[in-house]
């Protein structure tokens, strides 16, 4: 089965046009971000309405680490032009020190007033995006230098024909894409199933327990962050390879909230959900708008009825309602739920089932159990 | 007592002295004194709102007090943050239970655990052998743990699903899995019926005979109390009233008039 | 000088409209521990009819019915979700009302459309003058309106059995019911006194040194987050407080922001959210809000 | 794989040649635009206006035996979206009459280029010049900004030692508009008084009390139309009597039902490259009455002169590359830049055949006009003040 | 005192209740009566469904996501199953959750008056009742009650269910983790409630005390009731003594230091 899945996503650019890649792409890098979010929100408890800037902070460091001083040009744009594997990684390490540097709030406080806190870096990220133009270009932005890795070049020129496939910057981005968003997400579900996540559960369950028990929780809270940020620098940098621009408006707080959207849609406090809900979330505006001429609810452009861009709008604040009040484990839990169901109609009464509690993991529920 | 073993992590004696905490117009504790012997069970009783509580939150970190010294092998406790305590061998149950609801019974364990291991954020991102072999050695010593408290056959579920008594123990084996050098228990029995009750108080006994540790023990069954502590400290209104061996705390007239209310051996209902 | 009182005076009439935002927060959070996202909604929503009936019934009518009307919606919000969400935990109803707030913005932007829509106030655009000092007419009202509602708030939850049953229920739904309380009503009035709330803020937001009712409206909204957190989120002084504390500073920072030209540009809006970081810092609940004391 | 072919210009039975977007009977055209976003009113009227124009150029034949069609998508100002739209429907256009938004076109500019896609933005910054494939049609920011000030000191009384204010979005718009009166006010003297704030700043209060206290003497807006209503309101009911010069996106018809109304048309005035809808053009009055023909009771505002003039351009491109039987990107650029002097009948000629100035620097003073069509009539003809003639234009 | 069967109408009865959570039964077939006046006590173990009994009548199952799958439960002739916990309340039947559950974030004094809220208008002469019950809670009155201790919280979740003035009480455990002369206290105190004329339905771990308070007792079982009787019958026979007093059983009585056969566990060595 995984042999069929590997098949499949290495076919994919070799059948699907540009717009399909490039949507895949934006999904995969929301996808990395996401897999950020869900560690703080979904498995330690901390709310995080400010991941844009660290999205920002991947992407701008990026261009400035890549950045070739020298064709800075007329804009005089600051850059070091490092080699850009190095920029990358250099780019996701400033990220993490970013988050690091929000550590004494992230530390300190907790749930929603955390993510009300994280709107300042929102605020304070576009003054600065806007403000510091000799490394960011302001409010045009900068260009994007392609990635470079084993002198294959991320762009469409020189051009590269495979299989008879012309492969331009999406078809070859695709395959860079691909492995850093399993790897992040293989990374992720090491880091929960081990002894980090076993302290994060329990900091989200009963703080001060964990603090009994040995785990440092303040200093927990700020490694999170820092985890998470580093996460939302990474999905920065594929963004930005993605977008060959980077612009302050884009890291808005409609971003931050958009990531919201993708944890609780694919269910809050697993991978798979937040990976599921970044392809949801990423996919629908798309889809509707690549098929707005065809769908019967959708007007056309300009004519007074709903948009496309007004209905995925719609449907997707719908869908993070839908998926508080009736699919508590959101899309992620649905999957599992009908894999059971199907499970259990294949395989007879031999096994039974292990004891699950229904509703999953949230932040800050009260534990059932505490008897005050 | 156990035989002495001429060991690092032996117990050492906990000093408290002169410990007084105050809340806002309310001294829960006063010039609290007392010592625990190194590998003895020493039991802290008293009406409600006495302050046990409070002293438990003291020595683990969890209040600071305003002012006093609580020194345990070299180290100043009221000094030390939850974390750094537990780092020193300082393990304690919860009068409330304060477990991990969705987690499985191995998973509330393991945490037990996190002092003693090290895999951190990268190795247990990458999967590295080191932390994986860390895993194994520390899941084997845990599962040994929940054996001991009649766990064994609860590791996989989640402790939510556990009847009340039940969770009580995992509380205990969450902190034996510490591997503790001071064991501070707050009300263990409470809300147990009878057969409960005498399940966990013969547990805490074999703990004491197999690890040889110190437990500092609070809880209001007299008959356990009495049964179970080498010396008792006696608090009320946040002042010790009496601190002796259970025969001289049980016919000290000042703790009958302010605890017991009769003769102790009343209360073993 | 005379600049100077005129924005201190600018800074805190406004501050006092984004206290009554924060207010509305506030009193959700107080009643459900939910953080209300979609207050900014609220507000579109009452601004929207008001602004809409004005022409028809006038302003005195168009204003009640307004009011009522976001009240209405506040409850249905509740009614319709919120309640029926009760199992979840709080976080997770807050990202719901995210949830809410882009169905509803969405849908009443484009209502809106393009349109700047005027809220037929009577006082239009007269300006009052304080010695040399001048002050817009509707902030001078918006300040004695937002002091007045404050006020009333801050008695009403300490005093009244509203009050207590309104934080009876925040704390523990089950426990409050058997003690009598209407769980029902209590949370249904807390988002219809909300929804009320964030309807007069509207107003005060569309008009006169405003030109209008139009989509970005709700954007002003977003200053209410950095006032009612820094206040404390659950404490009405603190939305008093919160309210003027980033009216005035974005006032000054932005009328001196020729001479704060290091910091760069448009420091003004940046303000409110670094004071709020600062405040924070030290005081990780807000200037008057609760501090958690856990017990164990 | 269906991937297999690229784009490449094909030559067609009728021996034109023809790339992306062109086959035997149609030619694509992409339109992206917002229409959700904070410039949606704008954007439907130019989209509706640029729908007016392929209708009555597909009535009178289409273009080179073909029809136009527009292929729309609303990206909502949001760069992803613009960025990914474009990306859909690129393969698929000859040419894009309409792009809104400069930090889009901003971020498409390489792309724009690589592909050889004739644009016209619909924003007039100077960076968005310097390349061949992007056209910005009329004057820049700037140079408007510079006839603005000009016009003070002719006609409102600014001298020399004088102060002007300048209220202005953050973002390629304002800092265009501001490069310009900066100019202007060196070259006359006088010192500007900077005032910036964001799209989402609604009360102009703060800014207005800082003009005060400057003591200015007139103020330029380069800001949205809520701005230049509030800074205007608050102005004057504070007394200050002074003229105020906005940019042509800084008004909007919309505002004269807003308190601020009464103010606006006392003192408030316009700089704009193109014609306002109520100018007694021939060209323009046909436009009007077609359009209110085909969308009765929607707004005329400059968006549908604007966005029918863009149509045209583009159209008029075609035919010229048509004539040369080249229809392929690269011939639709080509023939474009070969018009030095563009003339669509809306009031000034254009010059497309460089890229490193704007078309035009001439431009109307208008203010604004209750009964007229479009809220706004003609103070003064379109004229190229001295000061802009010189200036330097910079580029990207 | 006596126990037979009190005429129908009169007092709590509870008949053939069925409760489920979820797909979990946690009674089946419960049947119990509280005449009007007296204390009956329900004793069991952990999980017995002491705590569901109590909910199914306060009408807060649904917080629980339990739901009454048959049976009903009526107080002085009028149905109270299937009505919401206020109305309950409204009746005169008021409940003192487990765990006492004060509003950790009010004050005592505003603990107070929430608890008044549901009930009539004479909240000021319930309130000094209260007060003369448990001076401490006139002390504490501006105290945040999450303060204040375990003995002194119940203290406040019984005066605090009194406010509503009921004439039914019931109590769930209301001596969990308090000391022994707090747990004579408010043993006390619920004589004194009953003597005032309300009726008590009392569910207690602490069997002894139950039994002395109590006249009439209802032992439940894995969610249906295994054995009843008057309270003197119950304390006399052995079956009580052995399963619930810990008396007679040889495990209580087993010294604890070197028991044969227990687990034991050696240090860890790293
Ligand atoms: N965080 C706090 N803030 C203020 N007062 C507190 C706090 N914690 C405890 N107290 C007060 O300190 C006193 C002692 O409480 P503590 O919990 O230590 O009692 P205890 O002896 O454990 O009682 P119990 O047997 O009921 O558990 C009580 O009066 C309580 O109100
Ligand atoms: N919310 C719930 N969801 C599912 N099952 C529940 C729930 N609450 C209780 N139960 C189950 O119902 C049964 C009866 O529980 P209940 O709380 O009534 O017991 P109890 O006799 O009050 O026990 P305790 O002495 O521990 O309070 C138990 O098996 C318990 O696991
Ligand atoms: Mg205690
Ligand atoms: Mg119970």
Redesign the interface.
């Known amino acids: 089965m995984w042999a069929g899945a590997a098949a499949v996503a290495i076919a994919v650019p070799f059948y699907l046009e540009g717009f399909w890649l490039q949507a895949g792409l934006f999904a995969m890098s929301a996808a990395v971000g996401a897999i950020g979010i869900a560690l703080l ?1 979904g498995s330690t ?1 901390q ?1 995080s309405m400010g991941h844009a800037f660290f999205l920002a902070v991947g992407a701008y460091s990026y261009v400035y680490f890549a950045g070739d001083p020298a064709a800075g040009g007329s804009h005089g744009l600051a850059g070091l032009g490092l080699p850009t594997p190095l920029a990358a990684v250099l780019a996701v390490l400033t990220a993490g020190v970013a988050g690091g540097l929000f550590s ?2 992230a530390g ?2 907790k ?3 955390l ?3 994280t ?2 870096l929102i ?2 990220g576009q ?2 995006l ?3 133009e000799p490394l960011t270009g302001g409010y045009n932005g900068r260009a994007v230098p392609p990635m470079e890795l084993f002198g294959l070049v991320f762009a469409d020129s020189p051009s590269l024909v495979v299989l008879n496939v012309p492969f331009g910057s999406l078809e070859r981005l695709w395959f860079l894409g691909l492995p850093l968003v399993l790897g992040a997400a293989a990374f992720a579900r090491g880091v929960l199933r081990g002894r980090p996540g076993r302290a994060m559960n329990t900091i989200r369950d009963h ?3 964990a603090g009994v028990m040995g785990v440092p929780v303040a200093r927990y809270r700020a490694a999170v962050f820092v985890l998470s940020s580093m996460y939302g620098g990474l999905a920065g940098v594929m963004l930005a390879l993605v977008f060959q621009r980077t612009v302050p408006d884009y890291f808005g ?1 409609l971003l931050s ?1 958009d990531y ?2 993708m944890i ?1 849609i694919g269910g ?1 406090g697993s991978i798979g959900g937040a990976v599921l809900g970044a392809l949801f979330v990423s996919f629908l505006p798309q889809l509707l708008t690549r098929y707005s001429d065809d769908l019967p609810l959708i007007a056309e452009p300009g004519s007074g009825g ?1 948009s496309p861009a ?1 209905a995925a ?2 449907l ?6 839908a998926v ?2 009736f699919l ?1 484990g959101g899309l992620a839990g649905l999957l599992t739920r009908l894999r059971a169901a199907a499970g259990a109609r294949a395989a007879t009464l031999t096994r039974t089932p292990r004891a699950r509690l229904t ?1 999953p993991p ?4 009260p534990s059932p159990d505490t008897r ?1 | 007592m156990p035989a002495p073993h001429d060991d690092a992590r032996d117990p050492a004696p906990l000093e408290v002295r002169a410990v007084t905490v105050r809340f806002a117009g309310l001294t829960a504790l006063s010039e609290v004194s007392f010592t625990v012997a190194p590998g003895s069970v020493h039991a802290v009783i008293g009406p409600n709102g006495a302050g046990k ?1 409070t002293c438990f ?1 003291v020595l683990s970190g ?1 209040y600071r007090a305003t002012s006093g010294s609580v020194r345990f092998g070299g180290a100043e406790l009221t000094a030390l943050p939850p974390h750094r305590i537990a780092a020193l061998g300082v393990a304690r149950t ?3 239970i ?1 477990l991990s609801a969705h987690q499985p019974v191995i998973d509330n364990l393991m945490l037990g655990r996190h002092r003693l291991t090290r895999a951190g954020f990268v190795s247990s991102g990458l999967r590295l052998p080191s932390a994986r072999r860390e895993w194994a050695r520390h899941r084997a010593r845990a599962a040994e743990i929940a054996g001991f408290a009649g766990l064994g056959d609860h590791l996989d579920t989640p402790v939510g699903l556990l009847p009340y008594g039940v969770r009580k123990r995992v509380e205990l084996a969450r902190a034996l899995c510490m591997e503790p050098r001071l064991l501070l228990l707050d009300e263990p029995v409470a809300g147990m019926n009878g057969e409960e009750r005498t399940e966990m108080a013969a547990l805490i006994g074999a703990v004491r005979r197999g690890l040889g540790i110190s437990v500092l023990l609070v809880e209001h069954d007299m008959g356990m109390v009495m049964r179970l502590a080498d010396r008792i400290t006696v608090l009320d209104f946040g002042r010790r009233i009496a601190d002796g061996t259970p025969g001289q705390v049980q016919d000290d007239p000042e703790v009958v008039r302010a605890y017991l209310g009769t003769s102790a051996g009343q209360e073993d209902m | 000088m ?2 100077f009182l ?2 201190l005076l ?2 805190i009439s ?1 501050g006092a409209v984004y206290a009554l935002i924060a207010l509305g927060f506030v009193v959700i959070f107080k009643a459900t521990e939910v ?1 209300n996202f979609a207050h900014a909604s609220l507000l579109l929503a009452g601004g929207y009819l008001v602004a809409r009936l004005q022409p028809v019934t006038g302003f005195w009518a168009a204003l009640l019915i307004g009011v009522a009307a976001a009240a209405s919606v506040g409850a249905l919000i509740e009614f319709l ?1 919120i309640r ?2 009760r ?10 009302t ?6 509803l913005t ?2 009443l ?2 209502q809106i ?6 809220l037929g ?1 009577p006082w ?4 009052v003058h304080l010695g040399q000092v ?1 002050i ?1 007419e509707t902030r001078l009202v918006a300040l004695g309106t937002a002091a007045a509602l404050i006020a009333l708030f801050l008695l009403a939850f300490k005093f009244t ?1 509203w009050g ?2 309104m ?2 229920t925040a ?12 769980l029902g009503r209590v949370s249904l009035s807390a988002w219809a006194v909300a929804g009320a709330l964030a309807a007069v803020a509207a107003l005060f ?1 569309c ?6 009712l ?4 709700s ?2 909204a ?1 200053k209410a ?2 006032a ?2 820094l206040g404390g ?1 659950d404490s009405t002084t603190g939305a008093l407080a919160g309210g003027l504390i980033v009216g005035v500073t ?3 920072m ?5 001479q704060l030209a290091f910091l ?7 303000a409110p ?2 004071v ?2 600062v405040i ?2 030290a005081r ?2 807000g200037l008057f809000g ?1 501090r958690e ?4 | 794989s269906g991937k297999a072919t690229g784009g490449e210009p094909a030559t067609g039975g009728d021996g034109v040649r023809t790339g992306p977007g062109v086959t035997a009977d149609t030619i694509s055209l992409g339109i992206l635009t917002d229409l ?1 976003g ?1 410039y ?3 954007g ?1 009227s130019l989209t509706q206006a640029q729908q007016l124009y392929f209708e009555q150029t597909n009535a009178a034949g289409g273009v080179c035996g073909r029809k136009l069609q527009g292929i729309v998508r609303d990206h909502g100002y949001d760069v992803q979206k613009a960025v990914a739209a474009y990306t859909e429907i690129g393969p698929k256009s000859a040419a894009v009459p309409q792009f809104i938004g400069s930090p889009m076109v901003t971020a498409l500019k390489q792309r724009i280029e690589g592909d050889k896609m004739l644009t016209l933005p619909m924003a007039w910054a100077t960076s968005l010049l310097g390349g061949q494939a992007i056209q910005v049609t009329g004057t820049t920011y700037d140079i408007d900004m510079i006839n603005g000030v000009d016009y003070l000191a002719k006609e409102k009384g600014v001298k020399s030692g004088d102060k002007i204010g300048h209220l202005y979005f ?1 973002g390629d718009y304002g800092e265009s508009a501001l490069n310009g009166s900066k100019y202007a006010a060196g070259k006359l003297g006088l010192t500007v ?15 207005v ?2 003009f ?2 400057a003591g200015v003497k007139a103020i330029m807006v380069s800001a949205g ?2 701005q230049a ?2 800074l205007v ?2 102005a ?4 200050m009597d002074i003229p105020f010069v906005g940019s042509n996106s800084a008004y ?1 018809p ?2 004269l ?4 109304a ?2 606006l048309l006392k003192s408030f005035s316009v700089m704009t490259a193109a014609a306002p809808m109520s100018a007694p053009i021939p060209a323009i009055q046909k436009l009007v009455s077609d359009y209110q023909a085909k969308y009765p009771g929607q707004p005329v505002d400059s968006g549908v002169g604007a966005g029918y003039g863009a149509a045209m351009i583009v159209g008029d491109a075609l035919k010229k590359a048509c004539e040369s039987k080249d229809l392929s990107r690269e011939g639709i650029v080509k023939a474009h830049r070969s018009q030095p002097s563009w003339e669509g009948g809306f009031g000034q000629p254009m010059d497309f055949s460089r890229i490193d100035q704007p078309a035009s620097r001439a431009s109307y003073v208008v203010k604004p006009d209750k009964t007229a069509v479009g809220g706004s009539v003609i103070v003064k003809e379109a004229a190229v003040s001295d000061l802009a003639k010189d200036y330097q234009v910079p580029v990207g | 005192m006596v126990a037979t069967a009190p005429p129908a109408g009169t007092g709590l009865a509870v008949s053939g209740l069925a409760v489920n959570y979820g797909a979990v039964p946690a009674l089946r077939g419960v049947s119990l009566r509280v005449p009007a006046g007296s204390v009956v006590a329900v004793l069991g173990a952990n999980g017995a469904g002491k705590s569901t009994l109590l909910r199914a009548i ?3 199952l649904r ?1 629980h ?1 339990g739901a009454i799958g048959g049976g009903k439960v009526s107080w002085s002739g009028t149905r109270l199953s299937g009505l ?3 109305a309950v ?2 009746r005169g039947v ?2 003192v ?1 487990e765990g006492r ?1 004060v ?4 004050t005592v004094e ?2 107070l ?3 008044g ?3 009539g208008r004479r909240s000021a002469a319930a309130r000094e009742e209260v007060l003369a019950l448990f001076p401490v809670l006139a002390e504490r009155a501006h105290q ?1 009650a ?2 204040l201790s375990g003995g002194e919280q119940q203290m406040l979740a019984i005066g ?2 009194l406010m ?1 003035r009921p004439s039914m009480l019931l109590l769930d455990e209301p001596t969990l983790g308090l000391a022994p002369l707090m747990a004579a206290r408010i043993a006390e105190t619920v004589k004194e409630i009953n003597a005032r004329g309300t009726s008590v339905l009392l569910i207690e771990q602490n069997v002894a005390m139950a039994l002395s308070l109590a006249s009439y007792a209802y032992v439940l079982e894995v969610g249906e009731v295994a054995l009843e009787g008057p309270t003197a019958e119950l304390a006399a026979g052995d079956e009580v003594r052995r399963r619930y007093l810990g008396v007679g059983d040889p495990a209580a009585e087993r010294p604890l230091d070197g028991s044969a056969g227990r687990r034991t566990l050696g240090r860890w060595r790293a």
């Not at chain 3, 239009?124 to 300006?127: E, K, L, N």
């Not at chain 3, 008009?207 to 209008?212: A, E, I, K, Q, R």
């Not at chain 4, 008084?193 to 800014?207: F, G, L, P, R, Y």
């Open positions: 929100t408890g709310l004494p709030i300190r406080l749930g929603a007033y993510g009300i806190a709107l300042a605020f304070l003054h600065l806007f403000n510091a703080e001060i327990a707080v909230l919201l959207a609780v809050l709903v007004e709008r719609i997707y604040g719908a869908a993070v309602i508080v009040l508590p509703p949230a932040p800050h529920s005050s | 509580s939150n969890v919860f009068q409330n304060a | 005379i600049t005129e924005l600018n800074g406004i953080v979700i029926r969400a199992a979840g935990s709080h976080t997770l109803l807050a990202i719901a995210i949830g809410v707030d882009i169905v969405t849908e932007t484009r459309g393009t349109e700047i829509l005027a106030d239009g655009g007269s300006v001048t817009a059995g207590i049953a934080r009876a704390e523990d739904a089950e426990t409050a019911a058997l003690m009598g309380i209407r937001l008009v006169f040194p405003t030109p209008g139009d989509r970005s409206t954007l002003a977003i987050f950095p009612a957190i989120l974005e006032a000054l932005s009328g001196y922001q020729n760069g540009r448009g420091v003004g809006d940046v959210f670094l709020m970081v924070l810092l990780p609940a609760t004391t856990a017990r164990v | 959700t904070p949606a009113s704008f439907k953050e008084v900077e005032q910036k704030i964001k799209a989402t700043d609604q009360d102009m209060s703060a800014q009390s800082a005060k206290d139309p809520r209503a509030s309101g608050v004057v009911a504070k007394g909007s919309q505002l039902g807003t308190p601020a009464p103010a | 306060s009408g807060t917080f996501r919401a916990a206020p309340v409204a008021t409940q959750p559950r509003f950790a974030r009010m505003e603990n008056r929430a608890g809220l549901g009930g945040r999450g303060l605090r269910a509503a």
